[in-house]
């Protein structure tokens, strides 16, 4: 029976390493808790990935939209510095620094009083000739006939000017019509700014035309002025030389009879026989 017993025994202890298993119940629970954990924080991860992802994409779809508003800008108007110089270059930026016609001083300096006498303006005046009515000729004082000469000039001038800027104000005209028509159907705002500021710049250049032609009337009208003004002063200074020559020669006159004394040396009385 002993026997028996120690067999037993001794066959149990021989197969317990290999089969025996142990369980820890906390070590589990830790275990399992560690391995939710990790796979919650892989999840949270993920997500914030995700939404880091998202807002890269949106940020990447903004400026591509950038882009494009940039692209279709350029097609409208180019290069905004070079769209600027070629507008203003097309629309004659020069014409804004040229001026047209002569100064008062060249004006003046060009009168020519013999031609002034000569000039009949398209046959509305008569020549004026040096010559008398009976006929002959005689030398003429062309001195006082500078100012009317310098007005004839000024007047020559204003009438350049009008002939110079007429083609270029019909030009501007229908440039501007033309423009404004586009402006009506203009489809986006980046064109509308184009055309507007086209508008500006021809409306511009109209008004510096305009004030160029006012400027030279102001020039015509101001140089008659100064005549009749002259002309003016040199009526009163006559008049008064006039009445000053007038005193004086009363006073010549009264001294040279004062000076005179008659006296009767001899008489005849003839009477009746």
């Known amino acids: 029976m002993k026997i028996l017993i120690a067999l037993i025994l001794a066959l149990c202890a021989g197969r317990a390493p290999a089969q025996w298993i142990v369980n820890d119940p906390v070590n589990t629970a830790v275990n399992s808790a560690i391995q939710t954990a990790q796979a919650a924080n892989q999840v949270e991860t993920l997500q914030r990935w995700a939404e880091q992802l998202e807002k890269i994409n949106r940020q990447i779809r903004q400026l591509e939209d950038q882009l494009a508003t940039q692209r279709r800008i350029r097609d409208v108007l180019g290069d905004?510095?070079?769209?600027?110089?070629?507008?203003?270059?097309?629309?004659g930026a020069e014409e804004f620094a040229r001026t047209y016609g002569e100064t008062t001083q060249a004006i003046r300096r060009?009168?020519?009083?013999?031609?002034?006498?000569?000039?009949?303006a398209d046959g509305?005046?008569?020549?004026?000739?040096?010559?008398?009515?009976?006929?002959?000729?005689f030398t003429r004082q062309t001195t006082p006939y500078l100012r009317?000469?310098?007005?004839?000039?000024q007047a020559r001038q204003a009438e350049a000017v009008l002939a110079a800027t007429e083609p270029r104000i019909g030009q501007l005209q229908r440039e501007l019509s033309d423009t404004l028509q586009e402006l009506r159907t203009a489809?986006?705002?980046?064109?509308v700014d184009k055309l507007?500021?086209?508008?500006?710049?021809?409306?511009?250049?109209l008004a510096l035309l305009?004030?160029?032609?006012?400027?030279?009337?102001?020039?015509?009208q101001t140089a008659?002025?100064?005549?009749?003004?002259?002309?003016?002063?040199?009526?009163?200074?006559?008049?008064?030389?006039?009445?000053?020559?007038?005193?004086?020669?009363?006073g010549v006159v009264n001294a040279w009879q004062s000076a005179i004394k008659l006296t009767p040396t001899s008489y005849t009385r003839t009477g009746t026989k």
């Open 224 to 250: 008659w002025i100064l005549n009749e003004n002259q002309a003016e002063k040199e009526r009163l200074d006559l008049l008064e030389k006039q009445i000053a020559e007038e005193q004086q020669t009363l």
């Open 124 to 137: 509305i005046y008569r020549q004026l000739d040096d010559r008398t009515v009976l006929g002959r000729s």
């Open 210 to 220: 305009a004030a160029h032609r006012r400027d030279e009337a102001d020039k015509l």
């Open 148 to 153: 009317y000469a310098a007005v004839d000039q």
């Open 110 to 120: 060009l009168s020519d009083a013999v031609n002034s006498l000569r000039s009949t």
């Open 80 to 91: 905004p510095a070079a769209a600027g110089v070629e507008l203003m270059r097309g629309l």
């Open 187 to 191: 489809s986006t705002q980046a064109e």
């Open 196 to 205: 507007s500021a086209k508008v500006n710049a021809l409306n511009g250049q």
